[in-house]
């Protein structure tokens, strides 16, 4: 198999997490005799330090032409501290997002037993855990009509959503859940906002046509607590651009860390996969990062962008195999003990493709 690989590092720690999500792809090709092509673009701070744009037209016609994209991070606390900057990085990745019709934004937490200590949650609430989120990427209040008035004291962004756009992610919804354990959890506010009753409608319409799948209908401050609570009870967990946004950042406590989170964006061509940690510029070029999550976000790629199932299995078991033997990042590390080994991203990068190797070998 040959397929265009585009790799945007962006900001932060993006660039040093990318460097070992793109070196397990280029192993992984090695392995199984494909041939990866690579070639990389700026966007987000990077990008705008460079030309002014948060996304430069020749990196989204890069993306256009590619068969699939892995992202770094992307973010700076130059515009965090600063709200007045009109031109910021996130506007790139809102823009390719829309650009490259990247609708549902697929959130596995994938929970290795390994890390049943790393999180703050009791083990016996999360073992078992396994949930599939589908976030909708292209609406809501990121992309509806932002107001401010001329005195700058009142503001406003319009949380909207159209029939179709429900739809849409609804059914990719219910077609992994017919694939999984036939269940689907279905998050709004429909007793306060009209964009959530039309979402509430949709999903009750669709839901007719997949009868083998459970669907339960959950207001999101519930589904916050639920998902700390109880997270056995979901399996695949469908809600709208916000609140996804929130739920699966908080979810992160259930796989131990941002770190340990990978996710798919698509829509009908190009895929988009990526860690959802951020930029964490706090510890940027620290050697501190955790490259577990870009590398399985190559893993998504491998599987759900050029359907490798083989080869994505591979790469997962090869990061829970790590995780095993006892070798850790800081954010996953109880440092109260000396049972684990603690590395830099480097020294975990490398690790992994080592064990890698092996696999090859042993095989």
Same mark, same amino acid.
């Given at each position: 198999?040959?397929?265009?690989?585009?790799?945007?590092?962006?900001?932060?720690?993006?660039?040093?997490?990318?460097?070992?999500?793109?070196?397990?792809?280029?192993?992984?090709?090695?392995?199984?005799?494909?041939?990866?092509?690579?070639?990389?673009?700026?966007?987000?701070?990077?990008?705008?330090?460079?030309?002014?744009?948060?996304?430069?037209?020749?990196?989204?016609?890069?993306?256009?032409?590619?068969?699939?994209?892995?992202?770094?991070?992307?973010?700076?606390?130059?515009?965090?501290?600063?709200?007045?900057?009109?031109?910021?990085?996130?506007?790139?990745?809102?823009?390719?997002?829309?650009?490259?019709?990247?609708?549902?934004?697929?959130?596995?937490?994938?929970?290795?037993?390994?890390?049943?200590?790393?999180?703050?949650?009791?083990?016996?609430?999360?073992?078992?855990?396994?949930?599939?989120?589908?976030?909708?990427?292209? $609406?809501?209040?990121?992309?509806?009509?932002?107001?401010?008035?001329?005195?700058?004291?009142?503001?406003?962004?319009?949380?909207?959503?159209?029939?179709?756009?429900?739809?849409?992610?609804?059914?990719?919804?219910?077609?992994?859940?017919?694939?999984?354990?036939?269940?689907?959890?279905?998050?709004?506010?429909?007793?306060?906002?009209?964009?959530?009753?039309?979402?509430?409608?949709?999903?009750?319409?669709?839901?007719?046509?997949?009868?083998?799948?459970?669907?339960?209908?959950?207001?999101?401050?519930?589904?916050?607590?639920?998902?700390?609570?109880?997270?056995?009870?979901?399996?695949?967990?469908?809600?709208?651009?916000?609140?996804?946004?929130?739920?699966?950042?908080?979810?992160?406590?259930?796989? $131990?860390?941002?770190?340990?989170?990978?996710?798919?964006?698509?829509?009908?061509?190009?895929?988009?996969?990526?860690?959802?940690?951020?930029?964490?510029?706090?510890?940027?070029?620290?050697?501190?990062?955790?490259?577990?999550?870009?590398?399985?976000?190559?893993?998504?790629?491998?599987?759900?962008?050029?359907?490798?199932?083989?080869?994505?299995?591979?790469?997962?078991?090869?990061?829970?195999?790590?995780?095993?033997?006892?070798?850790?990042?800081?954010?996953?590390?109880?440092?109260?003990?000396?049972?684990?080994?603690?590395?830099?991203?480097?020294?975990?990068?490398?690790?992994?493709?080592?064990?890698?190797?092996?696999?090859?070998?042993?095989?």
């Amino acid at each position: 198999m040959k397929k265009n690989i585009l790799v945007i590092p962006g900001d932060g720690i993006g660039p040093e997490v990318t460097t070992w999500g793109k070196a397990a792809l280029e192993k992984i090709a090695e392995i199984f005799g494909h041939e990866f092509v690579f070639e990389e673009a700026l966007m987000g701070h990077a990008a705008i330090e460079v030309t002014g744009e948060p996304l430069p037209d020749e990196t989204l016609e890069k993306a256009r032409q590619s068969d699939a994209i892995l992202f770094g991070a992307i973010g700076h606390a130059k515009y965090d501290n600063d709200p007045s900057l009109k031109v910021r990085p996130e506007q790139g990745l809102l823009k390719i997002r829309k650009e490259l019709g990247l609708f549902a934004n697929l959130r596995p937490i994938l929970l290795f037993d390994e890390l049943l200590q790393a999180s703050s949650i009791k083990p016996e609430i999360l073992r078992g855990t396994d949930i599939l989120f589908f976030r909708e990427l292209t $609406g809501d209040v990121y992309f509806g009509e932002k107001n401010r008035s001329e005195d700058r004291n009142t503001a406003s962004d319009l949380m909207i959503y159209h029939r179709y756009e429900v739809e849409r992610i609804a059914h990719k919804a219910y077609q992994a859940a017919q694939q999984r354990n036939k269940r689907l959890c279905s998050v709004d506010k429909a007793n306060v906002l009209e964009s959530s009753r039309l979402w509430r409608e949709t999903v009750q319409e669709i839901a007719k046509q997949y009868p083998d799948v459970e669907t339960e209908h959950m207001f999101i401050d519930n589904a916050a607590m639920q998902l700390i609570k109880n997270p056995k009870k979901f399996d695949v967990v469908l809600t709208a651009n916000l609140f996804g946004d929130i739920l699966t950042d908080e979810a992160s406590q259930i796989a $131990g860390s941002m770190g340990m989170l990978a996710s798919a964006s698509v829509g009908e061509s190009t895929g988009f996969f990526e860690p959802i940690h951020g930029s964490a510029h706090d510890i940027a070029g620290k050697d501190l990062a955790n490259p577990l999550a870009s590398i399985l976000s190559a893993a998504l790629m491998l599987e759900i962008g050029f359907g490798l199932k083989e080869e994505a299995k591979l790469l997962v078991d090869t990061v829970d195999q790590v995780l095993k033997e006892g070798f850790r990042t800081h954010d996953i590390a109880d440092q109260t003990t000396n049972r684990f080994k603690v590395l830099g991203t480097a020294e975990m990068g490398k690790l992994v493709l080592k064990f890698l190797s092996q696999k090859l070998i042993t095989s």
